[in-house]
């Protein structure tokens, strides 16, 4: 069984000094963990804010990239780089891991085709159109009040990335936008960590419709690990705790100086109590996964646990070394190997195939 998780936002807390050859403590992603959980590859998407200006976003991006790659360099007798599913399998022979780069946010590419290229050159293999907010790009699922979905640069953007052998990822994206790219794209699509909103109503998962057009497409969804996009019950357990607030303003002293010991303690004893709050178990991802896959298919789900973007996490799956839970709870519903290998990794691997050999029609 090959196990991929499409979305770790691992390269933030790599600026933020974590080690990643390290088994740190409180962290969801290194490299010992990737091992100990058996994953044999991890998408780490460069995150940057809708916040930032623009240049500022391109410049943070190419940070985090630097700083991802300076870490898999330090780590060779774990981990290595990859940029098509043939390097991954190559990886797996010699007993490495692999990390693909993705990136989440267009931002970065700001108004320039030639910057897309230049971060595909980088070895970016997908691109999250948007994030919280509009971008030039296309509107997202937070906003999605400016261009009615893909802006005319998106529909450029659709076509260069197909060009390129680059996936598109429509995790963040407004419906709108979702249905333009299935429209516009020649080549399947994704959405990298997102869940079912038929199991929970928040607007970042996907209907039932979507899941079928996805499916037509013969793209994937990632099943994401956020207990808020899991269960709506849990939304009105965090917002009752007063934690949400108060994390994202401790998070953000941390992040300005992730060096001060008390600003990290203080980002910790947070975590702590997020983590004492009554949460959804992994058996609810599962649930997502079996919704999936009623709708779309069981050629058309994976996992992609969004480890390192989320400040709280479904019980029993504290971190990436635990992940096959879910693999077990598969095998105690009735899921075959076939299907639980599809899953695990298989179908992402299909499509990231199938788009890299569509590249330049």
Not at 183 to 192: E, G, I, L, M, Q
Not at 199 to 206: K, Q, W
Not at 274 to 300: F, K, M, N, Q, T
Not at 309 to 328: A, C, M, R, W, Y
Request: charged share 25%; with cysteine; proline share 4%.
């Amino acid at each position: 069984m090959y196990i991929l998780d499409s979305h770790c936002d691992t390269p933030s807390q790599a600026v933020r000094l974590r080690n990643l050859s390290a088994d740190n403590p409180y962290a969801h992603v290194d490299f010992p963990k990737l091992r100990r959980g058996n994953v044999d590859a991890a998408f780490f998407a460069l995150y940057t804010s809708g916040s930032m200006e623009p240049d500022a976003a391109t410049a943070y991006a190419l940070k985090m990239l630097a700083a991802v790659h300076d870490s898999v360099e330090s780590a060779g007798d774990m981990v290595a780089l990859a940029r098509t599913v043939d390097d991954a399998i190559v990886n797996r022979r010699k007993g490495l891991t692999s990390i693909f780069l993705g990136m989440e946010n267009g931002l970065p590419v700001q108004d320039s085709l030639s910057l897309l290229r230049e971060f595909h050159r980088l070895g970016v293999a997908y691109l999250t159109l948007t994030h919280n907010t509009d971008n030039l790009i296309c509107d997202s699922a937070a906003c999605g009040k400016r261009w009615g979905g893909l802006s005319p640069f998106g529909r450029r953007v659709v076509d260069e990335m197909n060009r390129l052998g680059m996936i598109i990822d429509l995790a963040h994206a407004s419906d709108n936008t979702f249905y333009d790219c299935i429209r516009c794209s020649k080549a399947p699509v994704v959405s990298t960590h997102s869940c079912c909103r038929a199991l929970a109503g928040h607007r970042r998962n996907m209907s039932d419709d979507m899941l079928r057009a996805l499916a037509a497409n013969g793209g994937v969804i990632q099943i994401n690990f956020y207990p808020v996009f899991l269960d709506d019950a849990f939304q009105s357990v965090l917002s009752s705790s007063g934690l949400e607030d108060k994390a994202d303003i401790v998070e953000s002293g941390f992040i300005s100086d992730p060096s001060d010991p008390d600003k990290y303690r203080a980002w910790i004893d947070v975590l702590r109590k997020l983590e004492a709050l009554p949460r959804p178990s992994y058996r609810r991802v599962v649930d997502h996964i079996d919704h999936a896959v009623s709708v779309a298919g069981i050629d058309h789900v994976g996992i992609g646990s969004d480890f390192d973007g989320i400040n709280v996490t479904p019980e029993g799956l504290e971190d990436i070394s635990k992940i096959g839970v879910i693999f077990n709870e598969m095998r105690n519903r009735g899921y075959s190997e076939t299907d639980i290998e599809k899953v695990a990794g298989g179908n992402f691997l299909r499509v990231m195939k199938e788009v890299q050999s569509l590249a330049g029609e």
